[in-house]
């Protein structure tokens, strides 16, 4: 009987010991999804994408393939804010990042990098290719049912494109995708801009590769005046 008694505690034991180790795994994965979540969103935060923009530079570098990030703005977004609250403005954010979401391969990703700015990861992409997957972004946003549904009028996105190039480390890869999208809303917004075409370009010009800011789709989604 006294053996049959210790058995049976320690069978108890091992439970609790193995219920209690499962508990405290999923509390630290929790934990772990939390620190690098967007709460918002449910986007990888700005610390998830330092994690991802530094492997997927290591990745390209040691595979020689070409890698490319855009940089994404919700156009006249503080009007959103200050028109239909902040309620309505993190519904638009959410519809936002839903889109770029939905619109991407399975191999990029796409991080919220603060306030109404998105940061996209585009493995094995180039240039051009990254320039057309921002257009494709750009006009799934522009025609997301959601708008209408929330009653805001039309809401757009300005991108900026740049592909890593020899010798970039992060902050000159993302320097040049802010600089594109910069050059994206000083043109009018809800445009495309790549950081390649800007290399050509003459001081003060705005003759880049903008893709549609003078296009009949960009004319017909006026953002929120």
Same mark, same amino acid.
């Given at each position: ?7 049976v ?5 091992l439970?609790?010991?193995a219920?209690?180790?499962?508990t405290?795994g ?5 934990v772990e999804?939390?620190?690098t979540?967007?709460?918002?969103t ?5 610390q998830a ?11 390209a570098?040691r ?10 703005d ?11 609250g902040?309620?309505?403005?993190d519904?638009?954010?959410?519809g ?5 979401k939905n619109?991407?391969?399975? =191999? ?10 998105f ?7 180039? &240039? ?10 750009r006009l799934?946003v522009?025609s ?10 039309a809401?757009s996105?300005s ?5 890593l190039?020899?010798g ?8 040049r ?5 910069y050059?994206a809303?000083?043109?009018g917004?809800n445009?495309v801009? &790549? =950081?390649?075409a800007?290399l050509?370009?003459v001081?003060g =010009?705005?003759?880049g590769d903008?893709? =549609?800011d003078n296009s009949?789709d960009?004319?017909?989604?006026a953002?929120v005046a």
């Open positions: 009987t006294l053996y049959i008694n210790l058995a505690c320690l069978i108890i034991t439970v609790v010991l219920l209690t180790g499962a405290l999923r509390y630290q994965n929790r999804e939390l620190a979540t967007d709460k918002l449910g986007l990888a935060n700005r994408f330092d994690l991802l923009i530094r492997q997927a530079m290591n990745d570098k595979n020689q393939t070409p890698l490319a990030v855009l940089m994404a919700i156009d006249h977004f503080t009007e959103v804010n200050d028109r239909f902040h309620l309505v403005g519904e638009v954010l959410k936002v990042a839903t889109a770029l619109g991407l391969r399975e =191999s990029d990703s796409v991080s919220r990098w603060g306030g109404e700015e940061l996209v990861i585009l493995k094995a992409c180039g &240039s051009e290719q990254a320039r057309h997957l921002a257009e494709k972004l799934t522009s997301a049912p959601l708008w209408a549904e929330l009653e805001v009028g809401v996105i991108l900026g494109v740049a592909e190039l020899p970039d480390d992060m902050d000159a890869l993302l320097g995708a802010d600089n594109a999208l050059e809303k000083a043109s917004r445009c801009y &790549s =950081s390649a800007l050509t370009l001081p =010009s705005h003759d903008t893709n =549609s009949e960009s004319g017909g989604n953002p």
